[in-house]
């Protein structure tokens, strides 16, 4: 398929265009999900502090991929909107633009974390775990601006419709990352610390071979040496969009270190994150195809509104949620009769065996509330494509809000399954706001184009 058809695919049948894009991100999102699990699955052996210590520096991790990807959506809302509406300089230009913001936020963003990652750390951690915490998060603190990079590359290649492409990169990614892990937590013998080099040396692997698919011809937009240039008007855009969905997935991940500084308050500390973060890590296996969804979603209905056509666009939308959704909350009744094998690779042995029936008993819990989670990435996306993702960002905050909340009422209660219906309660409210403010945007947005 040559990059003019992936367009035509873009520009067509919302319904067709959706799921196209879709079921690249799907395996995309689901190999980068089984590399995460396979991550922790390889360090559990380590013992209860290890897994720990991985569940207080993911969010911090996930909050800088969030940063990157979320400058990639902005980009990918741009590039498509400006194909959509027959402007193919202006894209290659918010390509470029994109390259530049992604560059310069990485470099700054670097010395920021390497030189306050231990300040950071003492606050989100436990005396117990902080040490092995610091020793976790010192790669990914070095490597920040590869670790942003690669995620703008992604929303540059979706822009144009080859979520193919960002599909390979991140297959090859984790096979990269997976075949290194061993080598160096158990070969080298270098613990934790050797399972973050094995992800920083995959994630530049995969950042190098997308800079060049980005420069080659293989793309929609190849980058050329006339629009290698400034363009404040593409940059202006590209701000617009990327920075309240970079400050929206920064809530998302920031919030979830708040969420586990609130579940180490607990009588039972760094024992009940362990039992909470490693079903909650299952749950994002069982939300991908609404992320993917929602990811696709952005390119197809920001073309639409590129043509100005009010139908094609509300039908992205439409079909998305009730896909998205009803896919989750399958998936996650599967979970719900099997959790026990899904928590095999978790609980094989050791401490963490030990810990399997309260693992369990709480993923059996929090299969209710992921598809109201489900809501979110489509949510978003559908907002970033009509132009409002302060909205998305907004929804975002009052979300959290209400999980702290909910939080602080948990960690009260003897059982530790109290933090799932706190999850339950928090994503069904946040759930039904999302869906109205949503509508309510596009009825605005609707008038706009009439």
Not at 426 to 432: D, Q, R, T
């Amino acid at each position: 398929m040559t990059a003019e058809d992936r367009v035509s695919i873009l520009l067509g049948n919302p319904r067709n265009a959706v799921m196209i894009m879709a079921i690249p991100l799907i395996l995309s999102l689901l190999v980068s999900q089984v590399n995460v699990i396979a991550d922790r699955a390889w360090c559990a052996e380590l013992g209860d502090d290890a897994m720990s210590a991985i569940a207080v520096v993911t969010p911090v991790y996930m909050t800088v991929v969030g940063l990157g990807s979320g400058i990639g959506v902005g980009a990918s809302a741009v590039i498509s909107r400006m194909i959509g509406a027959g402007n193919k300089e202006k894209a290659s230009s918010t390509v470029v633009q994109s390259v530049i913001f992604g560059l310069l936020f990485g470099l700054v963003l670097t010395p920021i974390l390497v030189l306050g990652q231990d300040s950071l750390l003492s606050v989100i951690s436990k005396d117990n775990i902080l040490g092995i915490s610091e020793e976790y998060m010192l790669s990914y603190s070095i490597f920040t601006i590869v670790i942003v990079f690669n995620g703008v590359i992604s929303g540059i290649l979706n822009g144009q419709g080859a979520t193919h492409y960002s599909m390979y990169l991140t297959v090859i990614q984790a096979l990269v990352n997976i075949a290194l892990d061993p080598l160096f937590i158990y070969g080298l013998d270098l613990g934790l610390q050797g399972a973050a080099i094995a992800t920083v040396i995959a994630t530049m692997v995969s950042m190098v071979l997308g800079c060049i698919l980005i420069i080659s011809k293989k793309t929609y937009l190849p980058i050329t040496r006339p629009s290698m240039r400034y363009d404040g008007e593409c940059m202006r855009m590209l701000l617009k969009a990327g920075v309240p969905q970079m400050l929206e997935y920064a809530v998302l991940w920031f919030m979830d270190a708040v969420l586990n500084c609130i579940v180490l308050m607990s009588p039972e500390g760094s024992h009940a994150l362990t039992v909470y973060s490693v079903p909650d890590n299952l749950m994002m296996l069982v939300v991908i195809p609404a992320m993917a969804i929602g990811s696709a979603l952005v390119p197809v209905a920001s073309s639409a509104l590129g043509q100005r056509d009010q139908e094609r666009m509300g039908q992205s939308f439409r079909f998305s949620l009730k896909v998205g959704v009803l896919v989750v909350f399958a998936l996650a009744m599967v979970v719900e009769l099997f959790p026990e094998q899904f928590l095999y690779i978790f609980s094989y042995s050791g401490e963490m065996l030990d810990n399997r029936p309260e693992m369990v008993a709480m993923l059996r819990v929090m299969c209710f509330y992921i598809a109201f989670f489900a809501f979110n990435p489509i949510c978003s996306g559908y907002m970033q494509a009509m132009g409002h993702p302060n909205r998305s960002l907004l929804i975002a905050l009052w979300r959290n809000a209400l999980l702290i909340t909910f939080y602080l009422i948990a960690i009260q209660q003897d059982e530790l399954t109290a933090i799932g219906y706190a999850l339950i309660c928090g994503h069904a409210i946040a759930a039904g706001s999302n869906i109205l403010l949503t509508l309510w945007t596009e009825r605005n947005v609707r008038r706009k184009l009439a």
